[in-house]
């Protein structure tokens, strides 16, 4: 089970480090209704986030904002879901 694990969080770092760098900059359909009506041009409430547009605020190079975005939005799931999974398991007990 730990190699698993281990297993599972290399590959998603990989994937929220370098591969989201790669990903598409077509929109999907929900942003391209948006862009149809004219409501991409509004600001969002997330728009000054420190993690706007998949990226980090103050850094210049692209590939190292992507990634630290990734890998933030991973650690935050990640915590958030084994928080939740270690509290439904201390429940059960």
Do not use: C, W
């Not at 598409?24 to 009506?37: I, R, Y």
């Amino acid at each position: 089970m730990k190699r698993l694990l281990i297993g599972g969080a290399l590959v998603a770092v990989v994937l929220a480090a370098v591969v989201s760098f790669y990903a598409s900059s077509a929109p999907d359909g929900l942003n391209k209704v948006a862009e149809d009506h004219g409501i991409v041009e509004q600001d969002s409430a997330a728009a000054g986030s420190p993690l706007a547009d998949y990226s980090v605020n103050g850094l210049s190079n692209d590939r190292l904002s992507n990634a630290t975005a990734g890998l933030v939005g991973l650690a935050v799931t990640a915590a958030a879901g084994f928080g939740l999974f270690y509290i439904v398991k201390g429940r059960q007990n």
